[in-house]
């Protein structure tokens, strides 16, 4: 299951999943693009390996990176609490 985290201006959605038996959390970002249809990468953490990088530019990566390093800690407890809107409710 996927969690929604987080919606930036430009509609790029940020999700993540449940925390794996393993410890990891899968984080999901996809851009939608008039050209290519869609944007995305996948950042594992708390290890911050990324995989499937497709469409962003060096410079968009850069801040993806810095989001979500900015952002882990948040993103690793919600995984816990079944997201976001789940620990807002609790």
């Known amino acids: 299951m996927m969690y ?3 919606t930036l201006n430009d509609d790029t959605e940020i999700t993540h999943s449940e925390m794996k ?4 959390v899968k984080v999901y970002i996809e851009t939608p693009d008039l050209k290519d249809g869609f944007h995305n990468a996948t950042c594992w953490l708390p290890e911050y390996r990324w995989e499937d990088i497709n ?3 060096e410079t968009e ?3 993806f990176k810095k ?3 900015d ?3 948040l993103i ?3 995984s816990q609490e079944g997201g976001v ?3 807002a409710n609790s």
Do not use: R
């Open 85 to 87: 809107l789940n620990a």
């Open 76 to 78: 690793i407890e919600f």
């Open 4 to 6: 929604p985290y987080m």
């Open 61 to 63: 990566m850069a801040y």
């Open 21 to 24: 038996a393993d410890g990891k």
């Open 71 to 73: 952002n882990a800690h």
């Open 67 to 69: 989001l979500i390093q």
């Open 55 to 57: 469409g962003y530019s």
